[in-house]
């Protein structure tokens, strides 16, 4: 089994785009601590291979993230730097943010907009297509039919 985590050492590591953006990693140069991989562009690899570990100067700060947690019928409840949300048809939403990210990470989860249980289902979300400051938003019951959801979004720069 492989140790991951110490307690002295703090880094940043950057993973793929097919995955999460970014990840704190306690020890990144320690004994079987997840590694960066240059080769695939800075992929992690947790196998502790032979792979050269991210200096810390790779580990460049990033904006607090932003998000908006957004109603059924595409109001926005709260958030942080985010302008304004839009229910664009049936589960099909857009929200803008304060800046352009293009260059970011979104991550969306189907939820309630206060407190109770939140009903399942599928969301997805893509940059916005002619909005550089927009996040397009498309919510799905569990069989997969377009439906309105709450929903979370987070991005993370």
């Given at each position: 089994?492989?140790?991951?985590?110490?307690?002295?050492?703090?880094?940043?590591?950057?993973?793929?785009?097919?995955?999460?953006?970014?990840?704190?990693?306690?020890?990144?140069?320690?004994?079987?601590?997840?590694?960066?991989?240059?080769?695939?562009g800075g992929n992690v690899a947790g196998d502790g291979s032979s792979r050269?570990?991210?200096?810390?100067?790779?580990?460049?700060?990033?904006?607090?993230p932003r998000f908006a947690v957004v109603s059924p019928n595409g109001t926005?409840?709260?958030?942080?730097?985010?302008?304004?949300?839009?229910?664009?048809?049936?589960?099909?939403?857009?929200?803008?943010?304060?800046?352009?990210?293009?260059?970011?990470?979104?991550?969306?989860?189907?939820?309630?907009?206060?407190?109770?249980?939140?009903?399942?289902?599928?969301?997805?979300?893509?940059?916005?297509?002619?909005?550089?400051n927009g996040v397009y938003v498309d919510t799905r019951d569990s069989q997969?039919?377009?439906?309105?959801?709450?929903?979370?979004?987070?991005?993370?720069?």
């Open positions: 089994m492989h140790r991951i985590f110490t307690r002295r050492r703090t880094g940043i590591a950057s993973l793929g785009a097919a995955g999460l953006v970014t990840a704190a990693l306690a020890g990144v140069l320690g004994a079987g601590a997840a590694q960066a991989d240059p080769a695939s050269a570990a991210a200096p810390a100067a790779i580990a460049a700060p990033f904006d607090d926005l409840v709260r958030g942080r730097n985010a302008v304004s949300a839009f229910r664009l048809a049936a589960g099909n939403y857009e929200v803008i943010f304060d800046r352009d990210i293009r260059n970011c990470a979104f991550v969306g989860t189907a939820g309630s907009t206060g407190g109770g249980n939140p009903q399942g289902g599928q969301i997805a979300v893509a940059q916005r297509s002619g909005n550089v997969g039919f377009t439906i309105d959801r709450g929903f979370h979004l987070v991005v993370v720069c």
